[in-house]
Antibody
Framework: EVQLVESGGGLVQPGRSMKLSCAAS????????MAWVRQAPTKGLEWVAT????????YYRDSVKGRFTISRDNAKSTLYLQMNSLRSEDTATYYC?????????WGQGTLVTVSS | DIQMTQSPASLSASLEEIVTITCQAS??????LSWYQQKPGKSPQLLIH???SLADGVPSRFSGSRSGTQYSLKINRLQVEDTGIYYC?????????FGAGTKLELK
């Protein structure tokens, strides 16, 4: 059974940092590109970042470029999102998803709330 | 950036009815288009990938089609469990963009 389990979310003050993790199992993680997608409360889905299967290529939406870093450890089957200089508008549920023929596998999401 | 214009924003339909949701891409995206269903409090679920291919485990009443830069999701014989919000996604080029969503309810 495919599983993606996010962790690391919570309440953080504006300007601070937070690192999300996503532990993958049930599929060959190192064969798949991966992505982070977020959803602000009561809003639609928003793509955040994508990383290639081997980590050699990364892509970001403009609003997080220079603040967020997507990375992966294929030996640990784990995806990461380092988020720096957080803003109130980054408040959202963050989903980890496999980036292959669309987003086939999704985690349950982890809520990040940026507030003082 | 590629814009995805999704319509309608909301839709109320009866059981067994045929429902169609469309997404218009602002430029050519080939078949790099997928469709998702999201239920309240749940993660999205992939329905259709590559514009027309049914994802594993998805009922055959769901289908996808393409005409140029217009993409459609069709649900034949609407069922109770089909209510939720539907999104299209283009992953042809970054930044990947979702449609604004279509809220589907039962009449």
């Amino acid at each position: 059974e495919v599983q993606l389990v996010e962790s690391g979310g919570g309440l953080v003050q504006p300007g601070r940092s937070m690192k999300l993790s996503c532990a993958a199992s049930g599929f060959t993680f190192s064969n798949y590109g991966m992505a982070w997608v977020r959803q602000a409360p009561t809003k639609g889905l928003e793509w955040v970042a994508t990383i290639s299967y081997d980590g050699s290529s990364t892509y970001y939406r403009d609003s997080v470029k220079g603040r967020f870093t997507i990375s992966r450890d294929n030996a640990k089957s784990t995806l990461y999102l380092q988020m720096n200089s957080l803003r109130s508008e980054d408040t959202a549920t963050y989903y980890c998803t496999s980036n292959n023929y669309g987003f086939a596998y999704w985690g349950q999401g982890t809520l990040v709330t940026v507030s003082s | 950036d590629i814009q995805m214009t999704q319509s309608p924003a909301s839709l109320s339909a009866s059981l067994e009815e045929i429902v169609t949701i469309t997404c218009q891409a602002s430029q050519d995206i080939g078949n790099y288009l997928s469709w998702y269903q999201q239920k309240p409090g749940k993660s999205p679920q992939l329905l259709i990938h590559s514009a027309t291919s049914l994802a594993d485990g998805v009922p055959s009443r769901f289908s996808g089609s393409r005409s140029g830069t217009q993409y459609s999701l069709k649900i034949n014989r609407l069922q109770v469990e089909d209510t939720g919000i539907y999104y299209c996604l283009q992953h042809y080029s970054a930044p990947y963009t979702f449609g604004a969503g279509t809220k589907l309810e039962l009449k």
